[in-house]
Antibody, heavy 122, light 109 residues
Framework: QVQLVQSGAEVKKPGASVKVSCKAS????????LTWVRQAPGQGLEWMGW????????NYAQNLQGRVTMTTDTSTSTDYMELRSLRSDDTAVYYC???????????????WGQGTLVTVSS | EIVLTQSPGTLSLSPGERATLSCRAS???????LAWYQQKSGQAPRLLIYGASSRATGIPDRFSGTGSGTDFTLTISRLEPEDFAVYYCQQFGSSPSITFGQGTRLEIK
């Protein structure tokens, strides 16, 4: 069965970086993209970007350009999202989710990881 | 940027009643690119509807999606106790390629 298993909670200081992992199993990653979505406490969902499992192409949200990098380790079927120069308003639950590639891009997301809480605090 | 505005912000209904949730886009969205998600407290979102009207695998038929252009609707025909949650619409389009609505909270009256 399809599973996305994320790494555990992190506590970081302002200005530091965090790298969250998402290990996929149960499907062929070359047909899908892996997207990252975050949710600040009590707030809605914010799309961060995605990485194609077919060719490694990425597409990042404009407000995170330059601070976020998404990568894939195909040998372990694990995706990573690194966010740099952390601020207090980056405190959120970070989700990975699978999206079927349609003309090279994902349209919607059918399986989600369990979420990783990242807390940024001095 | 396409902005999705959901209404109402909170909907208070009783089990057995019909729920109608709205999602309005600031620009036309292709019907193929509109999805709905349910999120319960402390859980990841769950895909309900994709392509504006297609139910995802395992979703009961009391959930239905309609709409086109800038106006989309999620309807829950008869509310079950487990349906009380927050609902989000999501679109795919031009940059930024993916946006979510701010959510509608469906609460028990």
């Amino acid at each position: 069965q399809v599973q996305l298993v994320q790494s555990g909670a992190e506590v970081k200081k302002p200005g530091a970086s965090v790298k969250v992992s998402c290990k996929a199993s149960g499907y062929s990653s070359t047909s899908y993209a892996l997207t990252w979505v975050r949710q600040a406490p009590g707030q809605g969902l914010e799309w961060m970007g995605w990485i194609s499992g077919y060719n490694g192409n990425t597409n990042y949200a404009q407000n995170l350009q330059g601070r976020v990098t998404m990568t894939t380790d195909t040998s372990t079927s694990t995706d990573y999202m690194e966010l740099r120069s952390l601020r207090s308003d980056d405190t959120a639950v970070y989700y990975c989710a699978r999206g079927l590639l349609w003309f090279g891009e994902p349209r919607y997301f059918d399986y989600w990881g369990q979420g990783t809480l990242v807390t940024v605090s001095s | 940027e396409i902005v999705l505005t959901q209404s109402p912000g909170t909907l208070s209904l009783s089990p057995g009643e019909r729920a109608t949730l709205s999602c309005r886009a600031s620009q036309s969205v292709s019907s193929n690119y509109l999805a709905w998600y349910q999120q319960k407290s402390g859980q990841a979102p769950r895909l309900l509807i994709y392509g504006a009207s297609s139910r995802a695998t395992g979703i009961p038929d009391r959930f239905s999606g309609t709409g086109s252009g800038t106006d989309f609707t999620l309807t829950i025909s008869r509310l079950e106790p487990e349906d009380f949650a927050v609902y989000y619409c999501q679109q795919f389009g031009s940059s930024p390629s993916i946006t979510f609505g701010q959510g509608t909270r469906l609460e028990i009256k």
